[in-house]
């Protein structure tokens, strides 16, 4: 039984910063592409981040590119997501989601597992 656990969310002030994780269980974690995707009250969700297989590649949506950074440790079958200055803009909760191919990058579909979900709230 595949398991996705993200843990690290909470509130915080803008131009603060977070560490999400995500542990994954019941698969060959460094077979899988990983990716953050996060959903903000009353809309749809959003892309973003997304690292291959090795760690090589990675991905981000336009509004984070710069402040935010995706990691992961094959060997603690773990990815993180490095938030720095938050925004309010940020408020959602965040998935994780794994993908059985090299890198899937912004293509939902792709993503076979996901995650229960953290919530991050950035207050102004």
């Known amino acids: 039984q595949v398991q996705l656990v993200e843990s690290g969310g909470g509130l915080v002030q803008a131009g603060g910063s977070l560490r999400l994780s995500c542990a994954a269980s019941?698969?060959?974690?460094?077979?899988?592409?990983m990716g953050w995707v996060r959903q903000a009250p009353g809309k749809e969700r959003d892309f973003v981040a997304a690292i291959s297989r090795g760690g090589g590649r990675t991905g981000y949506a336009d509004s984070v590119k710069g402040r935010f950074t995706v990691s992961r440790d094959n060997a603690k079958n773990t990815v993180y997501l490095q938030m720095n200055s938050l925004e309010p803009e940020d408020t959602a909760v965040y998935y994780c989601?794994?993908?059985?191919?090299?890198?899937?990058?912004?293509?939902?579909?792709?993503?076979?597992?996901w995650g229960q979900g953290t919530q991050v709230t950035v207050s102004s």
């Open positions: 989601a794994a993908s059985p191919t090299d890198y899937s990058g912004t293509f939902p579909t792709r993503y076979h597992y």
């Open positions: 019941g698969l060959t974690f460094s077979a899988y592409a």
